[in-house]
C-alpha cells in the first residue's frame, strides 16, 4: 500500500491525486498532497511512475499498512526503483521499445 | 482523424454537471479506450468516464500483457483449433476468427500510430505484447487526440433511459462531490470485470458496475459461473501476474515438493494451501531467463526486492489470489455480432462483456482477453455511433428516467442497515475461499448464496446516501449482486467444466454442453441457453 509521500522530493504537482486510479490522495493547498484513503490502495505502484520527482513509496504488501520510514527508503535507494526498472524519467513513459518479454514469451512455449 | 464536435453542455442545474453527447463510454481501461477512439472515427461526439483515470485503471494498465496475435491463414486457423479443443465445448470459432482479424488490424494500426513495440531476434517490430502503463498512457493520448471528452474520477452510479433504450447515465465526480448526467444517443459499459473484492492489481475499480446497471437495463449475463479463476501471488502483495511462476517450483512449510508435474498446477497448489502455508521460488530460470524476467516483468519483483528476498535463491510465501470475472469469463451477455445487449442503445465490451464465445470454460487471461478488449471496444464503439447517429441530435433534449435500483431508489421503507464496508466483507468471506469459490459443491454454494441473498435484502432496504456514500454503497451492491448470480449459475451447473470445479460433481456432463444465463435482481433467475440458439453470429 502507498506509505510515503516525501514531502522533501515533492513539488506538490498533484498529478498523483489525478493519476491515481483508487484516489487515495487529497491535495493540500500549497503543500504535498496526502494520503487520505489508503485502505482503497490496491498496490498496483502506477502511482509511483508517475510522480515526475519519485517522491511516492508504494510498500508491497496489500493488506494493511507497513510500517517504513522516509530514512530508510531513502537509504535503501527505492524512491523512483520501479520507474527506473520500466525506463520511465520524470513521470513519462520509456523503456518499452527495450522490453524482453517476447524472449520470456517464445521460452514458455 | 476526425476531429469529433464539441459536446452539448447546458442547462445547469444547481451544481449538476449537464452534458449531452452521441456516445458515452463508461470505464477506462483498453476496451473504454478502443471504443472511445473507434466511436469518434465514425464522427460522433464521445464523452468517456471512468471512476478512475483513463490510464491507469483497470487490469491492464498495471500489468505486461500478451495479446492473441495471429496471421490470417493457415496458423490462424491451427491456433484457432489448438484454442478452441480447451474451451470445454463452449466457445465459438467464429468470434475467435473475428477476435483475431481486429486485433490483427488494430495492433498494426497501434504501431503506425508510434506505440514503441519492441524489435524481436529477426529486428521486427514484436506486436504480441503490450506493457500496459506505456500501453494506456498511450491510448489515453490517442483518446484525447480524437477529440474524446475525458471524465475522469467520474463514476457512473446507474444508466438512463428514454422508452425501451438506454439514454445515459448519471453519476458522481468524486473529487467535486458534485453529481453529473450525461443524455446519451448510445452507451458503451466497458467497466471490466468483478474482483470480489479481492486484492489484485487493477480490483479496486473491478467491482461489476456495468453488470449492475445491465441488468436494471433489462440485459442479462452470461458464464457467471465462469468466475473461479485463481492467479500465483507473492504473499502479502497484490501482484497476480502468472508468467515467471513458469519458472517455479512450490514447496510445503516443511520444506517437501509439491508435485505439479502433469497436473494443474493451480489445483495441487489450492489443495496444499488449505492445508497450511505454500511456497514458490522462481528456480527453474536459467540465469539469462533471470535477466529477462527482471527486465520484462519489473513489477511482479518489486514486493519480493522490497521485502529483501532473492526470487531465485529462496523461497518466498505465495497464495493463490481469486480473479473472479476479470480472468474468469462472465459477464454481460451479447445478443449480436456489434457487442449490442438486447436493450436498445446498450452495448458491452471486454471484460464487462461475456467472453465464452471466445474462451469457453477456461480463463482468457493474458492473450485471448487483451485482444478482445481491443476487438469488442473497436466493435461495440462502431455500433455505438451508428445507433446514435440514427436518432441524431434527439438525445440532447429527450426526457429520461433513472434507472438505478439497489442504493439509489429503495422499494421499502428507510432502514439502518450493513454499511457498503461490511457488504464487501460479506462478498470477500463467500467468494474469496478456496473451499467455497475454487472448490465448488452444491451445499456449501446454497449456505452462500443464503447470506449473500440476505446482504442484498438488507441492502434494498436501505435509504439511500449521498453522492460518495451511493457510490461507495453501489460498488458494494454490484459485487454482492455479481456474487449471486455466481454462484447461483454455479449451482445449476452441477457437473465440473474448465474453471468451474464441483466436488460433488467432479465429471463434466455432455448435457451440460450449454450456456447458463443468469438474470434479476431481487430475485435471480437462471435459464440454459443451448449453444447456437440465439447466440450471435448464428
Known sequence: MIEIVSAGRCIACDICVKACPANVFDPMPDAPPVIARQEDCQTCFLCEIYCPTDALYVAPGAEGPTAVSEAEIEAAGLFGSYARALGWRRGKPGGADKDPTFRLRAASR | MTAARPVARHRHRGETLDLATDVLVIGGGPAAAWAAVEAAAAGARIVLVD????????????????????????????????????????????????????????????????????????????????????????????????????????PALELLSHGDAVAGAAGVDRQRNRPWRIRAGAVVLATGGCAFGERILGATGLTGDGYLMAAEAGAVMSG???????????????????????WASFSREDGSPIDTAGKDRHVEVAK?????????????????????????????????????????????????????????????????EDC????????????????????????????????????????????????????????????????????????????????????????????????????????????????????????????????????????????IATSRWAYASALARSESRGMHRRLDAPAADPGFVCALEAAGLDRVHITRRELGQGTPAQ
Open chain 2, 51 to 154: 471512476k478512475g483515470y483513463l490510464g491507469t485503471s483497470g487490469a491492464t494498465a498495471p500489468s505486461n500483457t500478451g495479446t492473441w496475435f495471429v496471421p490470417p491463414g493457415d496458423r490462424r486457423r491451427a491456433a484457432i483449433d489448438r484454442r478452441l479443443a480447451l474451451t470445454h465445448g463452449l466457445a465459438d470459432p467464429r468470434w475467435a476468427h473475428r477476435t483475431l482479424d481486429t486485433a490483427w488490424e488494430k495492433l498494426h494500426a497501434l504501431a503506425e500510430w508510434g506505440y514503441p513495440f519492441p524489435n524481436d531476434e529477426t529486428g521486427k517490430p514484436y506486436l504480441a505484447n503490450l506493457r500496459g502503463p506505456d500501453y494506456m498512457h498511450f491510448m489515453r493520448r490517442r483518446v484525447r487526440r480524437a477529440g474524446v471528452k475525458i471524465l475522469d474520477h467520474h
Open chain 2, 340 to 479: 449490442s445487449t438486447g436493450v436498445p442503445g446498450l452495448y458491452a465490451a471486454g471484460d464487462a462483456a461475456s467472453r465464452e464465445l471466445l474462451t469457453g470454460a477456461i480463463t482468457g487471461g493474458g492473450g485471448p482477453n487483451s485482444s478482445w478488449a481491443i476487438a469488442s471496444g473497436t466493435w461495440a464503439g462502431r455500433a455505438a455511433a451508428v445507433f446514435a447517429a440514427r436518432i441524431a441530435g434527439q438525445a440532447d433534449n429527450r426526457p429520461v428516467t433513472r434507472l438505478g435500483g439497489a442504493a439509489l431508489q429503495p422499494e421499502l421503507a428507510s432502514e439502518e442497515g450493513l454499511s457498503a464496508a461490511e457488504i464487501v466483507e460479506t462478498v470477500r468471506g463467500e467468494m474469496l475461499p478456496l473451499q467455497r469459490n475454487f472448490f465448488r459443491r452444491a451445499d456449501a454454494l446454497q449456505i452462500s448464496l443464503g447470506r449473500l441473498d440476505a446482504a442484498w435484502s438488507d441492502l434494498r432496504r436501505q435509504a439511500p446516501g449521498d453522492g460518495l456514500a451511493a457510490a461507495k454503497m453501489r460498488e458494494a451492491a454490484a459485487m
Open chain 2, 272 to 336: 496444499a494451501l488449505q492445508e497450511g502455508s505454500v511456497f514458490a521460488q522462481y528456480d527453474k530460470a536459467s540465469p539469462e531467463l533471470r535477466n529477462w524476467l527482471r527486465q520484462g516483468q519489473p513489477n511482479c519483483f518489486l514486493p519480493l526486492d522490497r521485502s529483501g528476498v532473492d526470487p531465485f535463491a529462496e523461497r518466498w510465501p505465495v497464495t493463490l489470489r481469486c480473479e473472479g470475472t476479470v480472468r474468469g469469463v462472465g459477464g454481460i451477455r451479447l445478443a449480436g
Open chain 2, 224 to 246: 457467471m459461473e465462469l468466475s473461479a479463476q485463481y492467479a500465483f501471488t507473492p504473499k502479502p502483495s497484490a501482484l497476480n501476474k502468472g508468467l515467471p511462476f513458469r
